[in-house]
């Protein structure tokens, strides 16, 4: 049995690739790019891009396989509103829709795919658990959920398919919309919430990520979907708070009206000037906190990394860059 890797140079890829080789097993990463990390010494790499489905026979896959599909765009950078379908679809759902298919023509039938706690849209219930009603906010959580309409297909003709929702991912490697944060810091800027603060904000580690994808594959791959997420996690001030303490910064956090500044980012959008995402700015100030326990219960998945701990690593990472030093692949565990 081989594990393949779709997406696996890229960022939890590359550090569920490592645990998979601890284990002792066969590890083939398939990606359209491959970076200089220390497990291709002993991972086989194959150049495949997912929106190609010619290219998928190349990684062998074969009846027994494990499958993991990784490969995805993200919400960073910023579309304009006109090219968010043709950014998200090739990669999120075409490129699911050619994996799966290649999978059925060779008899595979375990796969692990991430999906993304987008597919919820606003806050019904809270905390979310995996049966909150989905209603994403735009083209990047419809192609995620599209994906997941596609895997209740398939599971139906006899696949196992254990589906994951993360919150914003983060760790070594990955800053996305956070450098736009760390840079109003370094500069002495004030920090602007959308509303007051007083929720929380939850992230989920890469590296708990990739724990989680191994876990299911340990526990056979059930037909079930999980959300990933912190536990615990802070409000939004004291997260950016302690942020702002930790770099000896002079910035201060700017409380503003939720709906006015919603409505102002909706008419930049509009008009083709998108300062965030309205998937991201819609719900910023809401009670977005997954419930994580039935990745506990079922998998034996208990997150390991605290919210500020995650997000002071990644501006320390961001730090030494910027500096020219090398960023530490810091692994920072919960107490």
């Known amino acids: 049995m081989k594990h393949i890797i779709f997406g696996g140079d890229g960022f939890v890829g590359r550090h569920l690739a490592p645990k998979l080789i601890a284990d002792g097993q066969e590890v083939v990463v398939a990606d359209i790019v491959k970076s200089d990390f220390p497990h291709y010494r002993q ?5 495949c891009d997912v929106t190609d489905p010619t290219t998928i026979p190349a990684v062998g896959m074969e009846a027994d396989d494990m499958v993991y599909n990784l490969s995805a765009k993200m ?3 910023i579309q304009v509103r006109s090219k968010r379908h043709d950014f998200f679809y090739p990669v999120n759902y075409h490129g699911t829709v050619n994996i799966i298919e290649a999978m059925d ?10 999906t993304t706690d987008m597919i919820y849209g606003h806050t019904v219930t809270y905390p979310m658990t995996e049966d909150h009603p989905v209603a994403p906010l735009g083209e990047y959580g419809q192609s995620k959920l599209d994906t997941e309409v596609l895997a209740a297909e398939w599971r139906k003709r006899g696949m196992n398919i254990a ?4 919150r914003l991912i983060i760790g070594p490697g990955r800053l996305g919309i956070l450098e736009k944060l760390f840079k109003l810091i370094d500069y002495n800027l004030p920090v602007p919430m959308i ?3 007083r929720n929380p904000y939850q992230f989920i580690s890469v590296f708990d990520c990739a724990e989680a994808a191994r876990l299911a594959w340990k526990a056979g791959v059930p037909n079930e979907a999980y959300n990933l997420g912190s536990l615990n996690p802070p409000p939004v001030r004291k997260l950016l708070g302690d942020l702002i303490r930790h770099a000896g910064s002079k910035s201060f956090l700017l409380p503003t009206p939720g709906w006015a500044v919603k409505r102002t980012l909706d008419l930049l959008d509009l008009f083709n000037m998108p300062l965030m995402d309205p998937e991201q700015y819609l719900i910023a100030d809401e009670m977005c906190v997954l419930d994580v326990s039935k990745g506990e219960r079922e998998l034996g998945w208990v997150p390991q990394y ?26 920072v565990p919960a107490e």
Request: hydrophobic letters at 40%; charged letters at 30%; a positive charge.
């Open 75 to 77: 919400l960073s950078p």
């Open 163 to 166: 589906l994951f929702r993360p």
């Open 43 to 47: 991972a086989r790499f194959v150049h």
């Open 306 to 331: 605290r919210d500020g701990d995650m997000l002071i690593a990644a501006y320390d990472e961001y730090s030494a860059r910027k500096a020219g030093q090398p960023a530490e692949a810091r692994e």
């Open 195 to 197: 509303g007051a603060g």
């Open 105 to 114: 023509k060779r008899g595979a039938k375990n796969l692990v795919h991430f």
